[in-house]
């Protein structure tokens, strides 16, 4: 066993790790957040040293975490608390697998109950949609770009850090596809757009991007901001949500963000008849259950109609 081993030194051989094991940045941030947070508290418990961590530390840690209250003023909800936990697991199986630690903690951090299915309260009807498009002014120069972006979100279920990362060569016009590199889980795929977000895309591109344009700044990202520079998650979604979101929420009482067009998107195929397996396809999920979730949407609104027009509910005695 290694030796008095810093804090500092597990967080940067374990960085290490996750980038040789060709973890995502987007994954390696994730894990890197929250073992930061945990280190953190190790110091706040004078622990100097990772060989001298024990279970007790790590139920602290949790127990913290547990009380913890987020910007909404609410604690954490099951699903994040469990985000949060599988990342220390990574963690601790990594000292454990290096022999860093006296005793294996990994296997005796249980994950909370949470429900078992969790159906998004941020789909979109049409009439919704319609109204969240309008509110982009195609008669400047950002209201033409938001409107775009938000087609596209809408054509093809991307995820927020799959749209920022899109690259003009990924738009395959004679394909009408568009091609989404390095999504969740390191994978690619291919997702056809429709014509509505086709049209927006090709005046966009020929049109409207060479206005963003900053000769200080080369870049191929398809989507600028006012300063010509590429988005990050961050920005976009802050500029989506004040100048769209936020009035959706006053009109149809609404929280929505940049996912709610992929839980939109996902709804409105099935509710169309496409195959679950192919939405599975589209969203890039790598499990047939996740999708499933948008189904039980599906069967909710199945249910609400069935008794407001079966005849034996309509049957008084």
């Not at 999504?183 to 997702?191: T, W």
Request: hydrophobic share 40%; with cysteine; glycine share 4%.
């Amino acid at each position: 066993m290694a030796k008095y081993l810093t804090l500092q030194k597990a967080q940067e051989l374990f960085q290490q790790y996750l980038g040789l094991r060709n973890y995502s940045a987007r994954t390696i941030f994730g894990y890197s957040r929250i073992v930061t947070k945990f280190l953190d508290h190790l110091k706040f418990l004078k622990l100097n040293f990772i060989q001298d961590l024990t279970l007790t530390h790590v139920q602290s840690f949790l127990k913290t975490r547990y009380y913890f209250i987020n910007q909404k003023g609410q604690p954490n909800c099951p699903k994040t608390r469990n985000g949060e936990i599988k990342s220390l697991r990574v963690f601790l199986k990594f000292l454990e697998k290096k022999g860093f630690l006296k005793q294996i903690l990994s296997a005796q951090i249980k994950l909370v109950q949470a429900p078992l299915i969790t159906l998004p309260k941020d789909i979109l009807t049409k009439t919704e949609l319609l109204y969240v498009f309008s509110l982009a002014d195609k008669g400047t120069i950002l209201g033409y770009r938001d409107r775009t972006i938000l087609e596209l979100l809408y054509a093809t279920g991307i995820r927020a850090h799959e749209c920022v990362q899109i690259e003009i060569e990924d738009l395959l016009f004679e394909e009408q596809c568009l091609f989404v590199s390095l999504g969740k889980g390191a994978k690619d795929r291919i997702v056809p757009i429709n014509n509505t977000a086709l049209s927006y895309l090709k005046h966009y591109l020929f049109y409207i991007r060479p206005k963003l344009l900053n000769s200080k700044f080369k870049t191929q990202k398809l989507f600028l901001t006012y300063r010509g520079k590429p988005f990050n998650v961050s920005n976009l979604s802050e500029q989506l949500a004040f100048y769209y979101f936020k009035p959706l929420k006053t009109k149809f009482k609404k929280r929505i963000s940049m996912h709610s067009f992929r839980h939109t998107f996902a709804t409105h195929l099935l509710k169309q008849g496409m195959s679950i397996r192919h939405v599975q396809e589209l969203l890039g999920h790598k499990s047939l259950d996740t999708t499933a979730i948008y189904l039980q949407v599906t069967i909710s609104d199945l249910k609400t109609e069935y008794r407001k027009f079966h005849p034996r509910e309509l049957l008084k005695n």
